[in-house]
């Protein structure tokens, strides 16, 4: 396929060349590009860089300079990735910092220096005490700096509301200033990423606007205690550094298909400061959201993400040399017994991932069908102040969700002051405390598991309603602290029952008494990894993300066992995981990878259907300007086959309406005599007409000489895999080289609903 | 950035933490002193020692030593950058939906006067009006394009709104 078409353009290339008359050898302005909300054409994208590229190429052997230049071309992928980098990391960096300290904002404020975090404001300080580790005296509580009292109801209900009073403030800013700079910068991002990179155009969205508003407001939205994560929209904010850097270079600005190789790798970077896993992000990029992954892309985004990974370092935001918050490193071993409750893990992962999909999906519908749509700021309102009055009460909630997830994942050491980790301590113990023996739970603990229960309830329900609200917000970070959660409450059960019955078969070979023999923080990590894999469905790049965040090579197979049962689980009560389910919401005209099975044929499928006015078509030297401009006016669509005349109906070609459009207006204002009345041709010499004429309009050079076709009776099975592995936009249907009728992607992802008996209207876009 | 850490440490950005559990009648305690990496241990940093000589190693094992690092001035500089690009888009923020209805309401009464000033002031023969109009074009026309590209965002925006919040077809 690829050597027909540059075959065809370089015969095309030929043509143009001699002909005085020829205006069109200087190329249109703007031909070439697509319109909003409209998908590329990614053959025609290639077949343009293959072109571009032998052009440098031939062009190189003839100066010093231009071989430079080719070099220099050469090199602008890689030096984009080094950008992309550079400022992914960065804008990371800067959004951990800010959100480590509008977080405690929302709390008190550190008097000595006010942009401390509390962390950082007792960072120094030497009154903090081994049973009060966090309190400093630079550190206020809000009512402690008001009233001068630390005790009382008086300072706890102020404590209360202004805890209220900050987030409803920090959610009103986040919302109004999406609504007013970039409506764009809203929801996760990951979704209409994933549509981007299969070929569609959103002006806009990787925009600059889009860029500073989701940074900014991606702060406010997490520090106002939402339950939401950074780690989806950083993807969306990597994406707009990438698109910011592709205008920098000709190569990738004006090519959409260039352009989506680098985002994809951008993508790469973004998961990378999100969770500081570089290979997960590469991973995560190839399995979840790109479309077309060569191999060059793979090494790109591999050394995008490391350069990502690399700057947040040296940015260290969290003070830990970590580059996420909730990293965990210990290496006590598991045993075979335990992966009955990792897979069981698993199966609730698959669960939460299900119950999550339908409930958000349904409510996401009610709010674009019903009245709800239309008061987003009240939404965002009522939802932050309802989960801001529920999540105080409880320490377990009144936290950053990452700081939550960080005390669920860790082991409980000697010195861990936490609740979770108030265990019996046995007086008369002898060895060292930092290697912990299994010892019965101490009422610290108890009251810690009521508090998560609550917790985890919470979170299930209010995660459903947040997530798709237009404020930034990813989805990562609740999902995890649900598995989180549910893992630790199941792995202290584990533990406690191995501790009360030494004697049962399966502990007796695997929990001597005094050993250490369940970790209740790995089984959080497994809950995590479970019902992150449920809701997103990924599986490879989550049990590698999860590893890397763990450092530890021994628990892979846990992770595997937990992400693959829990994908087993979801998969069974619906095929698709959250993001395909928001696209198909939306109805984005997105190929997704399953099989088709049905047996329809072409015919069935092509445009005009039996009862239809004929096809639209364009002769290739009988229709004069007048004519074209009827058809583009009384026609919506976005290209015309050309064929040899209307008796024979012979396929000479297909040309895209907007280039149609763009090459008459620049004809009609720039060459003389180009009238309503000229006859428009598409051969190479003009045709024989009669002097009295007025003079032709050579279109030669927009045609497309080499459509895809395909006969009537292909399956539709065949078609459907040249749609999607060679990202074509339209197809056009032939018999015996006589053209019968054309499929769109529009049309191909219709037919693919009604199979599967869903509405074909819900296919907005083309 | 890091080689300037790692020469001047500023005596704020290091630290090394221990944390020592109860040991027989000592309480629990924690010790923060600004030591280098390699002194960062329970003999260096535990001062005053609060158990017997012979007693310092087994208390010793059960303290736990961090070493950490952090960096104040990047903390600042992000914090003070990112208020002050939040406070700007707030200022922005209010211009364009509440002041800038205000003037245009009020502009618009005078609009027409304005607009038959001009007429009649480029109509007037100046000496040097080439000149003085070639400036004042020059000027115009750099605000006219700002002014064009101004526009032109927030006919975007508007179309992106319509989209997003009115009309629900993309990001719902």
Same mark, same amino acid.
């Given at each position: 396929m690829a050597e027909g078409v540059s075959s065809a353009t370089s015969t095309e290339e030929m043509n143009g060349s001699g002909n005085l008359m020829d205006f069109l050898d200087e190329p249109f302005p703007d031909v070439g590009t697509y319109e909003d909300f409209h998908t590329i054409d990614w053959l025609r994208e290639k077949s343009r860089d293959t072109d571009r590229h032998r052009k440098i190429t031939s062009k190189s052997k003839e100066s010093i300079w231009e071989l430079i230049k080719s070099l220099l071309d050469a090199w602008s992928g890689w030096l984009v990735m080094l950008l992309i980098g550079l400022l992914s990391g960065t804008l990371a960096g800067v959004i951990d910092l800010a959100v480590d300290w509008m977080t405690d904002l929302k709390e008190g404020v550190c008097l000595s220096v006010f942009w401390y975090s509390h962390e950082q404001c007792c960072?120094?300080?030497?009154?903090?005490?081994f049973a009060d580790r966090d309190k400093c005296p630079q550190w206020q509580k809000w009512a402690e700096l008001m009233t001068g009292h630390t005790e009382g109801a008086g300072v706890y209900m102020l404590n209360y509301f202004l805890y209220v009073v900050w987030a409803l403030f920090f959610s009103f800013l986040a919302v109004s200033l999406v609504r007013v700079f970039a409506p764009y910068a809203c929801g996760s991002g990951i979704p209409e990423i994933k549509t981007i990179l299969s070929g569609f155009i959103i002006r806009g969205y990787l925009g600059k606007w889009t860029l500073l508003i989701k940074t900014v407001t991606l702060v406010l939205a997490v520090s106002s205690g939402l339950s939401l994560g950074k780690e989806g929209p950083l993807v969306h904010v990597a994406c707009c550094c990438g698109n910011l850097f592709c205008s920098l270079f000709s190569k990738y600005s004006k090519n959409e298909g260039k352009r989506r190789e680098v985002l994809s790798a951008a993508a790469a970077a973004g998961v990378s400061v999100a969770f500081g896993a570089p290979i997960g992000g590469v991973l995560f990029s190839l399995e979840? %959201?790109?479309?077309y992954f060569p191999l060059k892309t793979l090494w790109r985004s591999f050394f995008a993400a490391l350069v990502a990974a690399f700057t947040l370092r040296s940015i260290n935001p969290f003070g830990n040399n970590r580059l996420v918050l909730f990293y965990v490193e210990y290496h006590t071993p598991w045993y075979m017994a335990e992966l009955v409750p990792f897979i069981l893990l698993g199966v609730f992962g698959g669960l939460w991932g299900t119950l999550f999909i339908r409930c958000n999906i349904a409510w996401c519908r009610r709010r674009k069908t019903t009245l709800l749509g239309k008061y987003p700021v009240l939404e965002v309102i009522v939802v932050t102040g309802v989960t801001a009055i529920l999540a105080f009460p409880n320490p377990y909630t009144r936290r950053s969700t990452s700081e939550l997830i960080s005390e669920l994942f860790n082991d409980c050491g000697a010195l861990e002051s936490s609740q979770l980790c108030d265990y019996v301590n046995n007086s008369n113990m002898t060895r060292p405390v930092d290697d912990i023996p299994d010892r019965p739970a101490g009422p610290g603990v108890y009251s810690a598991l009521w508090q998560l229960t609550l917790a985890l309830v919470f979170k299930i329900v209010i995660t459903i309603f947040t997530f798709g609200m237009k404020i930034p917000s990813g989805l990562f970070i609740p999902s995890m602290a649900v598995g989180a959660i549910a893992g630790r409450i199941v792995g202290i059960a584990v533990e406690q029952m191995a501790y009360h019955h030494h004697d049962w078969i399966i502990f007796k070979s695997w929990c001597r008494?005094?050993?250490?023999? %369940?970790?209740?923080g790995l089984y959080a990590m497994v809950g995590a990894a479970a019902c992150l894999g449920g809701v997103t469905r990924m599986t490879v790049s989550l049990v590698v993300i999860m590893f890397e965040l763990t450092g530890g090579l021994e628990y892979i197979v846990p992770l595997m066992a937990a992400a693959v049962t829990s994908k087993w689980v979801a998969d069974a009560f619906g095929k698709e995981g959250i993001y395909e389910a928001h696209i198909q919401l939306n109805g984005y005209p997105y190929l997704d990878q399953d099989e088709f099975t049905h047996r329809t044929l072409a015919t069935d499928v092509m445009r005009p259907r039996r009862n239809e006015p004929p096809l639209s078509l364009l002769t290739q030297d009988s229709t004069t300007v007048e004519d074209v401009e009827t058809l583009i006016k009384e026609t919506d669509y976005n290209g015309f086959p050309v064929v040899v005349s209307r008796e024979s109906e012979r396929l000479i070609g297909f040309v895209q309406r907007r280039d149609l459009i763009l090459a008459i207006k620049t004809a009609r204002q720039k060459q003389d005599g180009v009238v309503s009345n000229s006859v428009v041709y598409f051969t190479e010499d003009a045709p024989?007409?009669?002097?009295?004429?007025p003079q032709p309009l050579k279109l030669r050079r927009i045609l497309n000489l080499s459509p895809f076709t395909v006969t009537d009776h292909t399956p539709m099975e065949t078609v459907v895999d040249i749609f999607r592995k060679l990202g074509l936009r339209q197809c056009l249907v032939t018999r015996s080289g006589r053209l019968l009728g054309i499929i769109t992607k529009k049309d191909v992802l219709r037919h693919m609903a009604q199979m599967m008996n869903q509405d074909p209207g819900s296919i907005m876009f083309n | 950035m890091r080689g300037q850490l790692s020469e001047a440490k500023n005596s704020e950005d290091i630290r090394c933490k221990c944390i020592c559990p109860p040991y027989k009648e000592t309480k629990g305690q924690i010790y923060n002193q600004n030591v280098s990496l390699k002194d960062c241990n329970c003999l260096h940093v535990v001062?005053?020692?609060?158990?017997?000589g012979k007693d310092v190693e087994a208390y010793c094992l059960r303290c736990e030593c961090k070493y950490e690092e952090r960096s104040s001035g990047t903390i600042k500089v992000t914090i003070i950058i990112y208020l002050s690009i939040l406070g700007l888009l707030l200022l922005y923020m209010v211009y364009l939906t509440l002041l800038e209805p205000i003037l245009k309401r009020r502009l618009f009464g005078h609009s027409q006067l304005i607009q038959s000033d001009d007429d009649v002031g480029d109509q007037q023969p100046f000496a040097n009006a080439h000149d003085v109009l070639s400036r004042s074009r020059s000027r115009s026309n750099m605000l006219n394009k700002v002014e064009h590209a101004q526009q032109r965002w927030r006919r975007q925006v508007q179309e992106q709104r319509k989209s997003v919040f009115d009309r629900h077809v993309v990001l719902s």
């Open positions: 960072w120094t300080s030497n009154e903090t005490t979840e %959201v790109s479309y008494p005094g050993a250490d023999c %369940v970790t209740p024989q007409i009669p002097l009295s004429n | 001062e005053p020692m609060p158990v017997d």
